[in-house]
């Protein structure tokens, strides 16, 4: 008989200049670039340098996260401030309307083929799966990574909800410096149109899934000019819009 560890998730409370925004289960770690990629892929910063500090406060039912933005933000944040609840792997709960759900997405620009050909794609994927320490031990997490055009993997987030996991992602790029405009965003999980939402705020040409995705979230890549690329194993896989960034491919309808 196999015995796995099973995956730690603990409530994580995002507070901004005092006011508690939204509650998420995740796991417990990477917390700093939580809440940079949340308060991101959200709305909340346009860039990094837009938060002046963040503390973590461990609390007996959870974690605070603390995060105060600039004056500048603080005055944007407190124009649109709303609250909200999100479980485990659910990206839209407690949004207040149709519209803040479909909010619209940036188009994203044209520009030359961002990935050479389908072997780099298998070698993203790849590389991901080496380095996954979390879900070696759980087999029950998801992952996000960066791929860099001519670099490689960058970085990898590990999280049980996979809304989570991009969030963090997210944030360690911004902290870093790193620019997603150069590569592919990677996931171990299906994708749906939030999470095409966030790759896209990212700035990032390519959005590369294991799982498929939704057809809503094909139309909405489609629409913002997102290479999206789903059923990635190996060197088979589905793209569902935007196939010029991919000299060998061919885009397949949704």
């Keep these: 008989m196999t015995t796995r560890a099973l995956p730690e998730e603990t409530p994580v409370a995002f507070v901004f200049n005092g006011s508690t925004h939204a509650v998420m289960l995740a796991t417990p770690a990477d917390f700093e670039d939580f809440a940079y990629g949340f308060a991101l892929t959200e709305g909340v910063i346009d860039k990094a340098d837009?938060?002046?500090?963040v503390e973590t406060r461990p609390l007996e039912?959870?974690?605070?996260?603390?995060?105060w933005l600039s004056h500048e933000r603080a005055a944007a944040y407190n124009a649109r401030r709303r609250t909200m609840a999100g479980p485990t792997g659910c990206g839209l709960c407690g949004v207040e309307s149709l519209q803040a759900a479909m909010r619209p997405i940036p188009p994203l620009p044209a520009g030359p083929a961002a990935m050479t050909d389908i072997a780099e794609i298998a070698r993203a994927f790849a590389a991901l799966g080496r380095a996954q320490p979390l879900y070696g031990e759980t087999r029950a997490v998801h992952a996000a990574a960066f791929w860099s055009f001519g670099h490689g993997l960058i970085a990898v987030r590990?999280?049980?909800?996979?809304?989570?996991?991009?969030?963090?992602?997210?944030?360690?790029l911004a902290r870093s410096g790193q620019p997603a405009s150069d590569g592919a965003i990677l996931l171990t999980s299906r994708v749906s149109v939030e999470l095409v939402q966030k790759a896209a705020r990212l700035g990032?040409?390519?959005?590369?899934a294991l799982s498929t995705p939704t057809a809503l979230a094909?139309?909405?890549?489609?629409?913002?000019?997102?290479?999206?690329?789903?059923n990635a194993r190996g060197a088979e896989f589905r793209i569902l819009s935007h196939g010029q960034?991919?000299?060998?491919?061919?885009?397949?309808?949704?």
Excluded at 61 to 67: A, E, F, K, N, S
Excluded at 218 to 230: E, H, S
Excluded at 245 to 254: F, M, N, S, Y
């Design 50 to 53: 837009d938060i002046r500090e």
């Design 158 to 172: 590990e999280d049980v909800g996979r809304h989570n996991a991009l969030d963090k992602l997210a944030g360690a």
């Design 218 to 230: 094909a139309r909405a890549a489609q629409d913002c000019g997102l290479t999206l690329i789903g």
């Design 61 to 67: 039912l959870g974690v605070d996260l603390r995060i």
């Design 204 to 208: 990032a040409p390519v959005l590369a």
């Design 245 to 254: 960034r991919i000299a060998d491919g061919l885009t397949d309808g949704a």
